[in-house]
């Protein structure tokens, strides 16, 4: 099998099969990607809304990288694509996948609990395999280290009565046949074949049919030794719904998250006509705007209210044209003080002698409209660092020609999203910095 790794619209490579594989991504992107608009897939207005696909770009036989990350694996090739901002960094692959572990840990809606693994023993496999490992190694320490009963509800006909006696089955299915002597009764007895555990052997079929890494399958073919006494059974991400798990049992809410990642395809066992192709894909753009909402409510959540993803107004009166803000602050201690956050997943570049600092002039716009209908002065556009050594905030103020008491204050800040030297001390700077970026803006709201 071929190995090719890219970055974000990063250089062409060559594929073997184009048919093939455009034919998997098509139906990967109608499946999970369809609501994507043009600004945030980097698609140009000329291609066919039915036909398009934002993951790959390809001509003739090659194919380029747009905005996700991840793996494509198919029959002959395994493509890995990595962040845009690694491009330059001259990084060890190793080191790229602890800062992906890193802000997954931070992100809601991906879970990779794997930030503090040792990667070095597992160099020479390559992204696909490493995930499966990663995910194999969870089920296997928390099915053989801390084996889990769960109470079941059941319903059942007894002789002598056990937990609640269901009156309305007694006289339909008892009375109403002259067995008075059978009791239906409700119980929750504890059960070690329960939903929870039915599902992780599932899961560990499933991945064990794309694993091709020895140490892997040994893994998964352990956990599904183990959970021999468990029923087989076909799940979906419904069973892993409203499980009572004890404090005594936290481990296995990670891997609960890690279960519902395969069973919702996030990571695809997507149900395609060649099965051999399989991936995993994440628009960068969310990635980076979950983690920074993920830190802040993590780390700020005592003295602000963090919205994400805040879509409770229009922009017209005639609730038309709906606005969506990447997160929204409200201070607890004054609700009149608010600030509007944009994630900015870009390079600026070397904006050293540009007056608009590299900001994009349509988002302005966007962020300036937004403020003046949520009433809100401040707004904070937060964009990746371009290396170790982050740039100082830049700052511009715009006043509504209507009243000179109406201004917005805009900040321009790039942020600690990674470093060559390891995620390990970004946490600490981070804080530091949105700490000061929250600090110093006007406490007030437009009138």
């Not at 091709?212 to 030794?225: A, C, G, N």
Request: proline content about 3%.
């Amino acid at each position: 099998m071929k190995r090719i790794s890219s970055f974000e619209f990063g250089q062409s490579f060559s594929i073997t099969s184009r048919k093939e594989l455009e034919g998997y991504l098509h139906a990967i992107w109608n499946a999970h990607y369809s609501y994507e608009d043009e600004a945030s897939t980097s698609l140009s207005q000329g291609e066919d809304y039915v036909n398009r696909q934002g993951i790959l770009r390809f001509d003739g036989n090659t194919a380029r990288a747009r905005n996700f990350i991840g793996f494509i694996q198919s029959e002959y090739e395994s493509i890995e694509i990595y962040p845009k901002i690694f491009r330059e960094a001259n990084m060890e692959k190793s080191m790229m996948l602890k800062h992906l572990f890193y802000w997954f840990d931070y992100c809601r809606k991906w879970k990779f609990p794997f930030t503090d693994v040792n990667l070095s023993n597992l160099q020479d496999i390559d992204l696909p395999e490493l995930i499966l490992n990663l995910i194999a190694n969870q089920l296997y320490r928390v099915v053989s280290t801390n084996p889990i009963s769960l109470y079941q509800e059941m319903e059942e006909a007894m002789l002598k009565p056990k937990g609640s006696l269901n009156f309305s089955r007694y006289i339909s299915n008892s009375m109403a046949n002259g067995n008075f002597h059978v009791l239906e009764c409700d119980h929750q007895p504890m059960e070690y074949d329960n939903r929870l555990n039915r599902t992780i052997k599932y899961v560990a079929r499933l991945l064990l049919s794309k694993s091709r890494f020895s140490e892997t399958r040994q893994k998964l073919d352990d956990v599904i030794f183990i959970l021999d006494e468990v029923e087989d059974q076909v799940c979906n991400s419904s069973f892993l719904d409203h499980i009572p798990i004890s404090p005594f049992y936290q481990e296995y809410q990670t891997t609960v998250g890690l279960c519902r990642m395969v069973l919702e395809k996030h990571i695809y066992n997507h149900h395609y006509e060649d099965t051999k192709h399989w991936s995993l894909l994440l628009p960068m753009e969310y990635v980076f705007e979950d983690f920074i909402a993920g830190f802040l409510e993590r780390h700020f959540s005592a003295d602000w209210e963090v919205k994400y993803q805040k879509s409770d107004m229009y922009l017209t009166d005639e609730k038309v044209f709906q606005m969506q803000h990447d997160i929204f602050l409200v201070s607890k201690r004054d609700s009149l003080i608010k600030i509007i956050v944009d994630t900015k997943y870009k390079l600026r570049g070397n904006f050293k002698d540009d007056k608009k600092k590299g900001i994009a002039q349509s988002d302005l716009y966007q962020m300036t409209s937004y403020a003046f209908r949520r009433g809100c002065s401040n707004v904070l556009l937060l964009y990746p660092n371009q290396s170790d050594d982050i740039k100082e905030d830049n700052k511009f103020h715009i006043s509504s020609g209507l009243d000179d008491k109406h201004k917005i204050k805009v900040v321009a800040a790039e942020i600690p999203f990674w470093s060559r030297g390891g995620y390990q001390n970004i946490d600490n700077k981070l804080y530091c910095i949105l700490m000061k970026l929250l600090k110093n803006f006007p406490m007030k709201k437009l009138l």
